[in-house]
């Protein structure tokens, strides 16, 4: 059986028994319940259920401001939701405001600094490229998965080859084929956890075509 927060339709029905569960749940919860059924609707990336999700997600902002801890997966997916409308600014914005918040709380870090760098790589926004390459070279260190590093590295790539910067366009390169090609990760009981399954053809693509400084 579905949990009453884990709905992937919307009808009156489904609204009415949600917002009845809601009602009876403990007050501390309520905010992370709206934003998983919220994360559910956006993964269906259907129009009218994105809209459904912004509307819960802003209920978590906007009436749970003291669940702090929501906050940022709440911004981010908000991001999701203005990426799946192809409002790339918009979306732009608020995986930054993720980002701001996750420097006061730094309890709950989610991908963010991931999807706000492929996203400006992506919309080729080259007034970003100092603050993404900062960013990146800031959480790189602190990846374990190759699947991270293969990604991080390509857009490092991506950006220094945009720059100018040929040789470290190079260095992140040969990064990213490495770790796209590992087998483990490193791990010693999850060997397999985190190894790149399916490359990123887009961003394959922009690495191919910047073989030139080879």
């Given amino acids: 059986m579905i949990d009453w927060y884990r709905r992937k339709t919307w009808t009156n029905k ?6 009845a569960k809601l009602k009876r749940a403990r007050v501390e919860g309520r905010a992370q319940y709206l934003k998983i059924q919220a994360i559910e609707l956006v993964e269906t ?3 009218h259920l994105l809209d459904i999700a912004e509307a819960l997600l ?4 906007t009436e749970y401001p003291e669940s702090k801890i929501e906050t940022s997966s709440v911004l ?8 799946l409308r192809a409002n790339y600014e918009k979306a732009l914005e608020y995986y930054g405001q ?6 006061v709380f730094p309890k709950v870090i989610t991908t963010s ?10 919309t080729a926004s080259a007034n970003l490229y100092n603050f993404t390459e900062a960013l990146l ?11 991270a590093k293969y990604k ?13 910067n040929l040789v470290k366009a190079k260095y992140y390169h040969d990064l990213a084929e490495e770790n796209a090609n590992a087998e483990t990760s490193g791990l010693r009981y999850h060997k397999h956890l985190g190894v790149v399954v399916k490359r990123d053809s887009w961003l394959d693509k922009m690495m191919g075509r910047n073989i030139s400084f080879l």
């Fill in 14 to 19: 489904d609204e009415e028994e949600f917002f």
């Fill in 45 to 47: 990336k259907e129009k």
């Fill in 58 to 61: 802003n209920k978590v902002l």
């Fill in 76 to 83: 981010h997916t908000l991001g999701d939701i203005y990426r």
């Fill in 98 to 103: 993720s980002l701001d918040f996750e420097k």
């Fill in 113 to 122: 600094y991931l999807d706000f760098s492929e996203l400006v790589v992506k």
């Fill in 137 to 147: 070279e800031d959480k790189l260190a602190e990846q374990l998965f190759p699947v």
């Fill in 152 to 164: 991080m590295c390509s857009i490092l790539s991506i950006i220094n080859h945009e720059k100018g």
